[in-house]
Nanobody, 124 residues
Framework: QVQLLESGGGLVQAGDSLRLSCAASGRGYSSRYTMGWFRQAPGKEREFVAAVTWLHSTTYYADSVKGRFTISRDNAKSTLYLKMNSLKTEDTAVYYC????????????????WGQGTQVTVSS
């Protein structure tokens, strides 16, 4: 019903910037859904990164990325973005886009639809 396709990952050096995109499609998708980014580093559990609601575009960030990452959305294009500045080696992970029809927050279990992920590798 809802497809999410991430892009924009790659190999960068510490201190560099990168912008991830997530294109949403499918009959089940609505621009009224909350959209978020999560990440999973090797050997670790998936963790919340950032989310943005459709109403007022309220944003949430993990403490580890606050001030460095910016989440935004273009509802006309059904696309979610994550601008990542001042990247650190600890930001290396697979980044996943997710969306929820009726939840706004940080809890992974509340997001119903997920993309396949895009790899971000930050070298020192």
């Amino acid at each position: 019903q809802v497809q999410l396709l991430e892009s924009g990952g790659g190999l960068v050096q510490a201190g560099d910037s990168l912008r991830l995109s997530c294109a949403a499609s499918g009959r089940g998708y609505s621009s009224r859904y909350t959209m978020g980014w999560f990440r999973q580093a090797p050997g670790k559990e998936r963790e919340f990164v950032a989310a943005v609601t459709w109403l007022h575009s309220t944003t949430y960030y993990a403490d580890s990325v606050k001030g460095r990452f910016t989440i935004s959305r273009d509802n006309a294009k059904s696309t979610l973005y994550l601008k990542m500045n001042s990247l650190k080696t600890e930001d290396t992970a697979v980044y996943y886009c997710a969306t929820s029809p009726n939840y706004s927050g940080r809890s992974e279990g509340e997001y119903q639809y997920w993309g396949q992920g895009t790899q971000v590798t930050v070298s020192s």
